[in-house]
């Protein structure tokens, strides 16, 4: 190991937008810091392949392709449980200080961004209240997110105006909190600090057009591949009643298809938009996390192993 290596940071992570080769970024940097002399494991940042039996559809590297590398927080959870981070960050952040102990690394990897930022920057959650919760779900199953939107405004119009209205979940989730008192905006601070200062982010790209060819072609082979017959699998251990793994892209079209509600081609025509549309979000997000090295291709060897100064601050997110 050479001085530089020995310097380098214990926690490293991966991001970026799905498509763009994170997991082969992620193994290759592993690989690499085990070549150094380090002892190292790979943390999962993807909300969906926290499930057990969710792979097609996720695009969840099988365990015969992870290298002998140990991999944290993947199939974790079953279908009908409900992912939230406030549950992930305790868990993912123990699984870091685990690996990292004794001179160890950990490499967080995913492109789910509220899950990545709850791990590597100073995070608070805000009051949760599931009776509330449950209520307001009933008022969006029965009236939809309009009404919802409209009572977040009239209690908090700031965080009315930033919330995405496309995602019920998170106008659901902001009203619960306003309800309860609380500010939704108070779960990352404005200049957010790391949590250890120790850090390393890489962010991995790709240009807009070839990343569309490649999310598009993606989704197709998830149906070439049996993403039906996953699907139709996972009904009976409860995927239909999971708040989370019922709504996530693909696997909701996937259901509404075997409904009778979607044909194949609406089904995988409307995962690729939707695939697009989360992709765009992705990279707004990880665009401003300030002190990223970005890659233009998943390439570990263009990254210097040795300690980098991270800018104080953090990152936004």
Excluded: C
Excluded at 125 to 143: I, Q, Y
Excluded at 163 to 177: I, Q, S
Excluded at 253 to 258: G, M, R, S, Y
């Amino acid at each position: 190991m050479t001085a530089a290596e020995d310097r380098a940071p214990a926690l490293w992570a991966v991001v970026g937008a799905t498509g763009t080769g994170k997991t082969e970024l992620s193994l290759a940097l592993a690989e690499r810091l085990a070549a150094a002399g380090r002892m190292v494991g790979i943390v999962n940042a993807d909300a969906m392949q926290l499930y057990r039996g969710m792979e097609i559809g996720t695009a969840k590297l099988p365990a015969h392709e992870r290298r002998g590398i140990a991999h944290r927080l993947f199939d974790a959870l079953e279908p009908h449980e409900e992912a939230t981070v406030a549950r992930y960050q305790p868990e993912a952040r123990a699984a870091i200080e685990e690996l990292t102990a004794a001179g160890g690394a950990a490499v967080l990897v995913g492109g789910s961004g509220l899950y990545v930022s709850s791990v590597l920057f100073d995070f608070r959650f805000p009051p949760r209240d599931e009776a509330l919760r449950a209520g307001l779900e009933a008022e969006l199953a029965a009236h939809g997110v309009a009404p919802l939107l409209e009572r977040l405004r009239a209690l908090d119009a700031a965080t009315a105006e930033s919330v995405d209205a496309r995602n019920p979940r998170r106008v659901v989730r902001a009203l619960e909190v306003a309800l309860l008192g609380g500010d939704a905006r108070v779960a990352l601070p404005e200049a957010p600090q790391l949590w250890r200062a120790d850090t390393r982010i890489v962010g991995v790209r790709a240009e807009r057009s070839e990343l569309v060819r490649r999310l598009d072609r993606r989704v197709e082979e998830m149906w070439e591949r049996g993403m039906l017959d996953e699907v139709r699998g996972l009904i009976p251990r409860g995927i239909e009643r999971g708040r989370t793994a019922s709504r996530a892209i693909g696997y909701a079209q996937a259901l509404a298809q075997l409904r009778g509600e979607l044909g194949e081609r609406e089904a995988i025509a409307e995962t690729q938009a939707l695939t697009r549309r989360y992709a765009r979000r992705q990279v707004s997000w990880f665009k401003r996390y300030r002190g990223a090295e970005w890659l233009d291709r998943p390439d570990a060897g263009l990254i210097d192993l040795g300690a980098r100064p991270h800018p104080a601050g953090g990152g936004d997110a």
